[in-house]
């Protein structure tokens, strides 16, 4: 590779131009979260885009190319995604600040396509710098269960245009286009 | 058919609330305990990983149960038989124990209360967080952020203390730095700082105390910086005679200058007669909650806004162990104390440039260090800077789920001084129109507008007893 395994810390230019070298159908979860753990948590644009909202978790485009999407997330205590998983797109989240839940589930119940009843598996706290990882067609939920403000990063490879979300009492599995807050 | 009651929060206060329901239910009954952390009985303030972090009263005071005083000393006296010695010299009446070892007590007078109960009264823990309560005639709909919903008949909201808030500053960009850390419980609060790097910790009451000590166990050379407003950090314990009641709840006076003129005169009497101004404050404290009480709302500001910071500090003390740790901090000059407000940030690559706007008026602290008066503008450089500046208490301003949505619906609504919930005596939550709830109901520091003194063991003991028995329905 490149001279970013020099450095420990990759930043964002370095990051899009490793990402772009690497074929998407070749791409494989563990490459995306060596990359993913080497971006330097403190870049100044990542900053720009930590903003909390009181109605739900804050979701910020960082970045958008042909081959993935990088988010920020900010979250106050007690925030929480839907129940999802990403239509066949590779998910890396790492913990910038505070403690992330990830919980991983599975389907218990296939009545039909649209109709899957999900149960929890397994569900993981990460630190400063942990990461999460969700392989194409797994279902998770991400949440900020501690004390204190969360910020994750997020990098979702293809482009996310949109995610099934599970309702875990009905089952009803839904395809929702997602919309992004960009900057202002 | 059986009685669900569900108590949201599992630290001291929901806890004690369970302890004393599966003691004193003679009906069938099913107890959820929601807690979204990994240990029941810990909350905030007994789940710190520090041992130098102790209980701010001695063993001898902080029994779980008000009816028999001496429980917590025996159970820990107890523990050091079958452990050996939890502290260096045993634990006696006047040791002030480790918070963790407390947490530890919590979860024993729980699990003790569960085996001791009923056969048809069940507690059932619950890891998971509550994100929506829907009350309706005869129960609530409890909503978990695993999308489960829970059917109960009531609702206790146990809910401890919420994290500062992000000091005022013009310019918020710093606050999204790494260096600075807006929780101060945070398990990374004190991780990766060089061992010489300066801190500076934002507050300067029991929590900075906190940090401080802890950065003091783990070997921390650096220097650390303290700012508030006024520089004044709590006063240590010291063993006293007690004082003898002087007010009388009907004659007191109902203004806040008169009974603290009252209060300055008897420390002086006290003084004169070889008792200690602790003794006096301590002699007020079964009193306080009436006394609050009776102040108009007009004077209930006044003293937020002029005696708050001096009844705090006097109210609640440290141990001495931590004092003396603080005061040789505050001798070698390692610790600092700026009395002022912050006004900005500066970041660069290496540290932080903090621009303080220091108070004119100075202060003698318990080490005998002056605050403030030297010069109106400072600077510090600083790697780090830490949110000691205490629990925010306003519901208003709180982005959590639960409390948005029992806001926009109306089923709660801030007191008149916006430092808690508007409650009934009984713990009942009055919702928007003033209605008081027949299915939820709160403990601890949401009260404290109404009662001033909600947040230590003494009360919060008295309150889940009594909470306990109202919800059984156990009052006439």
């Known amino acids: ?184 | 058919m059986s009685t669900t009651i569900a108590i949201i929060g599992g630290g001291f206060s929901g806890t004690m609330v369970a302890a004393h329901l599966l003691r004193k239910a003679t009906f069938p009954l099913d107890i959820k305990l929601i807690e979204r952390r990994p240990a029941i009985g810990k909350g905030v303030a007994y789940g710190t990983k520090y041992i130098c972090h102790l209980l701010n009263v001695p063993a001898a005071k902080m029994s779980a149960f008000p009816d028999d005083p001496e429980h917590f000393l025996r159970w820990v006296q107890k523990e050091e038989i079958s452990r050996g010695n939890l502290v260096p010299s045993g634990v006696q009446p006047n040791t002030f124990v480790p918070r963790q070892i407390y947490g530890k007590y919590i979860q024993a007078v729980l699990d003790e209360a569960e085996i001791a109960g009923k056969e048809n009264v069940r507690l059932e823990r619950i890891k998971n967080e509550a994100v929506s309560i829907l009350p309706d005639g005869n129960g609530a709909t409890i909503s978990l952020s695993t999308g489960q919903n829970l059917r109960v008949n009531k609702v206790v909201l146990a809910l401890g203390n919420f994290p500062p808030s992000d000091p005022f500053v013009q310019d918020k960009s710093f606050y999204t730095s790494l260096r600075y850390v807006s929780y101060p419980w945070s398990a990374q609060a004190l991780s990766d700082l060089e061992q010489d790097d300066a801190v500076l910790l934002i507050g300067s009451g029991l929590t900075m105390l906190d940090l401080a000590v802890a950065l003091k166990e783990q070997g921390h050379a650096g220097a650390i910086h303290v700012v508030s407003r006024h520089g004044l950090l709590p006063y240590p314990h010291k063993f006293t005679k007690p004082y003898p009641t002087f007010l009388n709840v009907e004659t007191a006076p109902k203004n806040i200058r008169a009974l603290v003129k009252l209060v300055r005169q008897e420390v002086k009497n006290a003084i004169a007669q070889d008792c200690d101004w602790r003794a006096v404050l301590d002699s007020l404290r079964p009193i306080t909650q009436q006394l609050w009480q009776q102040l108009p709302l007009k004077e209930q500001r006044r003293f937020l806004r002029h005696v708050r910071i001096y009844w705090e500090v006097h109210r609640h003390r440290v141990s001495p162990g931590v004092a003396n740790t603080v005061s040789e901090m505050l001798h070698s000059g390692q610790m600092v104390v700026h009395a002022g407000r912050i006004q900005g940030y500066d970041e660069d690559d290496r540290a932080v440039d903090v621009s303080l706007r220091k108070r004119k008026i100075s202060h003698k602290n318990y080490a005998g260090e002056e605050s403030g008066n030297t010069s109106e503008h400072e600077v510090v450089r600083v790697q780090r800077v830490i949110n000691c500046t205490g629990t925010e208490c306003d519901y208003r301003k709180f982005g959590h789920p639960l409390i948005q949505n029992l806001r926009s619906h109306g089923f709660i609504r801030s007191d008149a001084l916006a430092i808690g919930l508007d409650v009934a005596p009984n713990g009942a939550l009055l919702d928007v129109d003033g209605m008081v709830s027949q299915i939820l109901y709160t403990l601890g520091p949401p009260r404290q507008g109404r009662l001033w003194e909600t947040t230590a063991v003494p009360e919060i003991r008295v309150q889940a007893a009594a909470l306990a028995e109202e919800l059984l329905g156990m009052k006439v």
């Open chain 1, 1 to 184: 590779m490149s001279v970013n395994l020099l450095t420990k810390r990759l930043t964002l230019d370095n990051f899009i131009l490793e990402m772009m070298s690497i074929p998407p159908q070749d791409l494989q979860i563990e490459q995306l979260q060596d990359l993913v753990g080497q971006l330097d948590l403190n870049d100044t644009l990542l900053r720009q885009h930590i903003s909390f909202s009181d109605r739900t978790y804050a979701r910020k485009l960082l970045c958008r190319t042909s081959r993935f999407d990088m988010l920020v997330l900010s979250w106050h205590p007690g925030q929480f995604t839907t129940i999802h998983d990403h239509a066949g797109a590779l998910n890396v989240t790492r913990v910038r600040s505070g403690t992330l839940t990830a919980r991983l589930f599975e389907v218990y119940d296939e009545r039909s396509d649209r109709e899957k009843l999900v149960r929890v598996i397994d569900e993981e706290q990460l630190g400063r710098g942990g990461l999460a990882t969700v392989d194409r067609h797994h279902i998770h939920q991400l949440a900020n269960t501690s004390d204190e403000k969360l910020v994750t990063l997020h990098v979702y490879a293809h482009p996310l245009a949109s995610i099934n979300v599970y309702c875990p009492n009905s089952g009803q599995v839904d395809r929702v286009a997602l919309q992004y807050t960009l900057e202002q």
